[in-house]
């Protein structure tokens, strides 16, 4: 079983920035695994926000963070970041990390946005960015 576990959310204000921390706990290791962040907003659904390929060197974001959203991966620690920049009132939403285990690494890169293709997922850490 995958245990993920999410922190560093909290209440900032328009500009601030946050660092989002994805770990993996007990026996798994998280380079076995793309990992992929995903938010949901109160009344929406779960969106994509960003994956990083198991070794760290494909990343993707949605290009509502494209340059004010960094994911990055240290496998030795066990940990998966996310650099949030310049935040806005809009990122305002619980944040999810995800596990993938696609094998296929092609496959995965053309659907790291699909919710369906992430088997494991954290409880989620809640960032509120006011105006």
């Known amino acids: 079983q995958v245990q993920l576990v999410e922190s560093g959310g909290g209440l900032v204000q328009a500009g601030d920035s946050l660092r989002l921390s994805c770990a993996a706990s007990?026996?798994?290791?998280?380079?076995?695994?793309?990992i992929a962040w995903f938010r949901q907003a109160p009344g929406k659904e779960r969106e994509s926000v960003s994956a990083?390929?198991?070794?760290?060197?494909?990343?993707y974001y949605v290009d509502s963070v494209k340059g004010r959203f960094t994911i990055s991966r240290d496998n030795a620690k066990n940990t998966v970041y996310l650099q949030m920049n310049s935040l806005k009132p809009e990122d305002t939403a619980v944040y999810y990390c995800?596990?993938?285990?696609?094998?296929?690494?092609?496959?995965?890169?053309?659907?790291?946005?699909?919710?369906?293709?992430?088997?494991?997922w954290g409880r989620g850490t809640q960032v509120t960015v006011s105006s």
């Open positions: 995800a596990a993938s285990t696609v094998s296929r690494i092609e496959y995965w890169a053309r659907n790291w946005a699909r919710t369906s293709d992430y088997n494991f």
């Open positions: 007990g026996r798994t290791f998280i380079s076995s695994y793309a």
């Open positions: 990083i390929s198991r070794t760290g060197l494909s990343t």
